[in-house]
Structure formats: structure tokens, C-alpha cells
């Protein structure tokens, strides 16, 4: 069982950047994809990165790429979400996710394990 906790969300400036934290316990996280969403309100959830057990693959959906960089490192068992160019329209609840891999980076199936979320809002 992976226990995951979202930290580093908060208020940011259109433009700005934030870096988010999912900290890992119990389990084997190295061994497992990991997972980013997102929810705003009245809107269903986002996948917004996806990532591979080694932190050698990831994978975006083509409206997430080119200001989030999804990364990991296990030795801390800690997978990032670095956003940049921030925009009134990323507020959302971020969460984190990790699965047993084996499905794809590109399929959001299968995630067992999720976290609370953290609340990001950006101003304009």
C-alpha cells in the first residue's frame, strides 16, 4: 500500500511558477508509475503528466506540454510537477497517483494509489 501526500501548492501570479511534491511511504513507489492531475471546480479531472518507474520515460498530453516537467526521484521517493508560465486557468486541486506499471504512460487506467491534493490558484 502507497501512502502519497501533495505539498508546494498555493497561490502564484499569472506567469509565475510553482513546483509541486507527492512524498511516498509504504509500498515500493520506485517500482511504480506516477501520476499527475488536476481538478478545477465544475470541471472533470485532467491528466497532466504522466511518469515512468526509472523517471526515464514521461509522457504529457499535448494541452500539458511545454510548461510542466513531471520528475522523480527515488532515493527520496518523491515525484515533482514543475510549472512554469502559470495561468489563471491552471487553478485547480493537483493530485498524485502511482500504479503498478505495465499499462502506458499515454492511458490513465489503473492508478491505485492517490493522494489528497493541493491547491493551486493562479491570479491574473
Known amino acids: 500500500q502507497v501512502q502519497l501526500v501533495e505539498s508546494g501548492g498555493g497561490l502564484a501570479q499569472a506567469g509565475g511558477s510553482l513546483r509541486l511534491s507527492c512524498a511516498a511511504s509504504?509500498?515500493?513507489?520506485?517500482?511504480?508509475?506516477a501520476g499527475w492531475f488536476r481538478q478545477a471546480p465544475g470541471k472533470e479531472r485532467e491528466f497532466v503528466a504522466g511518469i515512468s518507474p526509472s523517471g526515464v520515460y514521461t509522457y504529457y498530453p499535448d494541452s500539458m506540454k511545454g510548461r510542466f516537467t513531471i520528475s522523480r526521484d527515488n532515493a527520496k521517493n518523491t515525484v515533482y510537477l514543475q510549472m512554469n508560465s502559470l495561468k489563471p486557468e491552471d487553478t485547480a486541486v493537483y493530485y498524485c497517483a502511482a500504479r503498478p506499471p505495465g499499462l502506458g504512460l499515454s492511458t490513465t487506467r489503473g492508478y491505485l494509489y492517490w493522494g489528497q491534493g493541493t491547491q493551486v490558484t493562479v491570479s491574473s
Open positions: 509504504g509500498g515500493t513507489f520506485g517500482s511504480n508509475d
